[in-house]
């Protein structure tokens, strides 16, 4: 479900759980005890919290942004996401305007990718409503796509400095254990209670920093898995939690229901001149809309892959194991075997598909070093580079906007495909799967068998 959704379905939830009665703890007693909260908080936060791209300039739509891509992200991994995002869109309406595909390179990696989507609509919204900004009203943000009361309250008080508390996992640790609450914090109406407890205490001259020091000291100091740093805490002497000795037990969390498991068999497919084969995956549901490996269902043996490949008049050659993998989403798994293929497109028909001459000519006006993925000469190779960081391009736009029209016709052509065909796949070198396809971090497990050692 899409964030903002998520958390509005929450919303409705809770009405239903605060029908059935109010959670456990609560009253004036802890009101009063979190009123002393703000002041060594804000002066703590003050002189300890992190210099980050976003705080160094709050303007909104980089506060935006900002705040959804950080939903799922560690902070120190999203700043380079952070600064390419805001460079190659540094606006609303560049947003809104934005390639589909460059949108889906910019998150490559980040997962979650409903999340760039949404933000593809909201800015839509904003063009048509807002003279292309984003709405000073806290009811407002709450209407666009994927924003719900957490990032309307993180919006609002950090960029229009409205008085919202934003409570996302980490204010929701940091309270329960301030106030040694036992409550389950995955129930919506927990969530809703500490957003009343916290409004209700918030400095009117300061909600922003206020809410983002609640999150930076559950972010670096009540840290969750293991021991919080009590001794670092600017509260430790409200903290109700640690005088129980019961930090480590807080905040309840009821387990998420079991993921189901599903195997495949990943193929890492490649053509005579070394390109790799990615395949469309469907315009709904996990991954929608993103390239992926060509993979089959269940774990194959090496001669069902060649029968199942030649089935498809998909010639093979050699076929080696090329490990496994396993990628978690948060209501499955992948179980995957990997295999590399070593295909013949043969007359080259499939190859033009990306590397015709437009290409080669595009890339005579940007200098010789972009062509690598179109070259003659084979880029990947048995033997390919072994590594596996994720690279971020430096300027994927520039390269996309000249291949855009293709992309399109690509994307048209392939969408809803069930499994993938000979007339399916495209066959992408390195310098193309660096700057053009959005291949998700769920395959990363064999990117050292990529073109260039996925780079
Ligand atoms: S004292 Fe420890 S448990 Fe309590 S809020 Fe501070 S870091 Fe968290």
């Known amino acids: 479900m899409a964030e903002g959704k998520r ?29 002393k909260i703000p002041d060594p908080l804000l002066n703590w936060y003050t002189g300890n919290r992190r210099i980050l791209p976003w705080r160094e300039d709050p303007a909104p739509y980089r506060v935006w942004i900002s705040e959804i891509m950080l939903q799922q992200t560690r902070v120190e991994a999203g700043k380079a996401y952070f600064q390419r995002f805001v460079k190659e869109l540094p606006d609303v309406e560049a947003l809104a305007n934005a390639d589909d595909e460059l949108l889906m390179k910019l998150w490559e990696g980040l997962g979650y990718y409903n999340r760039a989507r949404n933000l593809k609509k909201a800015a839509g919204v904003m063009m048509e409503r807002y003279g292309g900004r984003l709405p000073a009203s806290y009811e407002e943000l709450l209407e666009l796509p994927g924003i719900g009361p957490y990032t309307a309250g993180a919006i609002g008080s950090i960029a229009f400095g409205i008085v919202r508390p934003a409570v996302d996992g980490n204010v929701l640790r940091v309270v329960s254990r301030i106030l040694a609450r036992k409550d389950d914090i995955a129930k919506a109406s927990v969530k809703k209670k500490i957003e009343a407890e916290l409004q209700a205490v918030m400095p009117q001259d300061r909600p922003g920093d206020f809410n983002q020091a609640l999150m930076e000291l559950g972010a670096i100091v009540c840290l969750p898995n293991g021991a919080p ?56 549901g996990l991954l929608s809309g993103l390239w992926e490996l060509p993979s089959f269902e269940g774990r194959l043996s090496e001669i069902e892959v060649r029968q199942r490949l030649e089935g498809k008049g998909i010639p093979c050659g050699e076929i080696r194991p090329a490990g496994q993998a396993k990628h978690i989403f948060s209501h499955v798994e992948w179980h ?10 043969g007359s080259g028909s499939q190859s033009e598909g990306c590397c015709g001459g437009r290409d080669e000519g595009q890339n005579q006006g940007r200098g010789g070093d972009r062509d690598a993925g179109c070259s003659d000469d084979p ?42 065909s000979a007339e399916t796949l495209i066959f992408a070198g390195e310098r193309e799967l660096a700057d053009v396809y959005a291949v998700p971090s769920a395959f990363r497990g064999f990117r050292e068998f990529f073109p260039g050692g996925g780079r």
């Open 229 to 284: 740093k009590c001794e670092e805490c600017p509260v430790a002497e409200l903290c109700r939690a640690r005088q129980a000795g019961i930090q480590e037990e807080l905040p309840v969390k009821k387990p998420k229901k079991e993921r189901r498991t599903e195997e495949k068999t990943v193929l890492i497919l490649m053509d005579e001149r070394g390109r790799m084969a990615l395949s469309r995956r469907h315009s709904r």
């Open 379 to 420: 880029v990947g190779s048995w033997d390919a580079g072994r590594g596996g960081a994720l690279h971020i391009a430096e300027e994927p736009a520039v390269y996309l906007r000249d291949v855009e029209e293709r992309r399109r016709r690509e994307a048209e052509a392939r969408e809803d495909s069930a499994e993938f």
């Open 7 to 35: 958390e509005k379905a929450a919303e409705k939830s809770c009405a239903a759980d605060e029908k059935k009665g109010s959670p456990q703890g609560g009253g004036a007693a802890d009101q009063e005890h979190l009123k």
């Open 336 to 345: 995957m075997i990997g295999y590399q293929v070593r295909t013949e497109t």
